[in-house]
């Protein structure tokens, strides 16, 4: 491998000849093999594009960076938005916890890149586009950081999780419809209950959703807040006045997001409470989706000694020594998400106390959990959707079977005969392997005609 001398302030580094990362990105990549290589999200490095070009076009046209370098600058950004440049973000998450050497990645590729395109060569003379001086102008580590957390986050809440939520929903919703008049038998303490409608127990599926999309929506404000502008410590030192509220507005028009700059500057390099807000109703879906997902695997057990109210796609074999075999396995997958979703909360919780003084130090963990989190959801929901929601159909049979069988169908009789008679009429149907009716016409408590009158479980919903 060949390599070339790069410089920084602490003296050179040989850097290998074909990337364009510079001596800072060198440093970082072997004083952190944490982990696996280039784990930083993609994400992190298409926010930190927006930004460097938002920033570009500000510095332009506040005076303080030429028209040349506005247009190298972005003209590199956008070969990154591209996806063109995948294999010059050699860092990991494990690094600084201001996601410094991170955003010196950027800027050392973006400057190299430049050069290269102006027809330049690496390394020899005076640099036409400098990492620090003009890539990072008017900008600091811990105000650009934060800015592609804001940027990342926001963008993969509002463009893959929201909508395969709303889809699921959607779903869910319309076989609560469909399914209305299906009267099947409630549960609580996973005994059973009195009747309701299948459709009735799946809107409650779709209200949860609803709420946890009010949830997240309700962040996005807190959300779409950029630190952009505070530079070192909040205050601006280095940059142009009105700089941070037009380069806010770049990065709305570059994103197509509603992103504005942070009233205070202070609150965003210093705490991360938007990260730990919108994530904290992440897991409100998480809880909820778990609960649905559980939901429908024990009422679809079976096919013979299980609950079996519900008949779910079959998508493949389940087992490979037990011949025809099928298992609830979107119901796993979602629920395996749900649960990394909670751990991450822990951890996103834990990383937004850490903000010491001036500056929050748990930055890349706590947007690679983040993102992890959004971009699960939403495909999971999206998969759930697809090979198990849409293919739900109730087992007519064992569903009338089931509340046909119930000794619960007697709180009916409660208003008439009162509780500890139909306590008496249940518990003694249970005892001896009887019908309600039984029981209740031989105890004498009813009459036939009484009992058929007054039992009627599409009545009980």
């Keep these: ?11 050179e580094v040989p850097v290998p000849s074909d990337k364009y990362w510079g001596a800072q990105t060198e440093r970082s990549r072997n004083n952190f093999k944490i982990g696996p290589p280039s784990s930083m999200p993609s994400a992190i490095i298409e926010g930190f594009a927006y930004l460097k070009k938002g920033a570009a076009y500000t510095n332009c046209d506040l005076g303080v960076l030429s028209i040349d370098k506005r247009d190298a600058i972005a003209q590199v950004c956008d070969e990154i938005l591209a996806g063109e440049l995948k294999d010059q973000f050699p860092l990991v998450i494990w690094q600084t916890g201001s996601g410094t050497q991170s955003n010196m990645n950027v800027n050392e590729v973006i400057a190299n890149r430049a050069q290269v395109l102006k027809g330049y060569t690496i390394g020899e003379g005076d640099p036409f586009i400098k990492a620090n001086d003009d890539v990072n102008k008017s900008q600091s580590s811990n105000d650009t950081f934060p800015t592609a957390m804001h940027i990342a986050a926001y963008k993969v809440v509002v463009e893959n999780t929201i909508p395969s939520v709303e889809k699921l929903r959607d779903t869910l919703q319309a076989k609560a419809t469909e399914f209305a008049t299906v009267v099947k038998i409630g549960r609580t303490h996973l005994m059973d209950a009195t009747p309701l409608t299948l459709g009735q127990e799946i809107s409650g599926y779709a209200a949860q959703l609803n709420y946890g999309l009010k949830a997240v929506t309700n962040t996005l404000a ?24 037009k380069v806010a507005e770049y990065i709305a028009q570059f994103t197509g997001h509603p992103f504005v700059t942070a009233p205070n500057k202070f609150e965003a390099l210093a705490a991360h409470d938007a990260i730990v807000e919108t994530h904290a109703a992440l897991k409100q879906l998480a809880v909820s989706l778990h609960k649905i997902a559980n939901d429908i695997r024990m009422l679809a057990s079976g096919p013979r000694s299980g609950i079996g109210e519900l008949l779910i796609p079959e998508n493949e074999p389940g087992s490979s020594i037990m011949p025809g075999k099928v298992n609830p396995t979107q119901c796993e997958a979602l629920t395996m998400v749900c649960a990394q979703v ?11 106390m850490q903000g010491h003084y001036e500056l929050n130090v748990f930055k890349p963990m706590m947007a690679a959990n983040f993102l992890q989190s959004a971009q699960l959801l939403g495909d999971a929901c999206r998969s759930f959707d697809e090979h198990c929601a849409q293919g739900i159909e109730p087992n007519y049979k064992r569903i009338k079977e089931l509340v046909d069988n119930s000794l619960m169908l007697v709180t009916a009789l409660n208003t008439k005969i009162g509780y500890y008679k139909s306590a008496e009429i249940a518990q003694t149907a249970h005892k001896n392997g ?8 031989r105890l004498g408590y009813v009459t036939p005609e009484d009992f058929d009158n007054w039992v009627k479980p599409e009545d009980m919903v």
Excluded at 1 to 11: A, V
Excluded at 228 to 234: I, N
Excluded at 434 to 441: D, G, H, S, W, Y
């Design 1 to 11: 491998m060949k390599f070339r001398i790069e410089k920084d302030t602490m003296g």
């Design 222 to 245: 807190h959300l779409s807040e950029i630190a952009l502008g505070g530079t070192a410590v909040g205050t601006g030192l280095n940059a142009p006045k009105g700089y941070d509220v």
């Design 342 to 352: 909670m751990g991450n909360d822990v951890a996103i919780t834990i990383g937004g």
């Design 434 to 441: 009887t019908t309600l009716k039984e029981e209740a016409v």
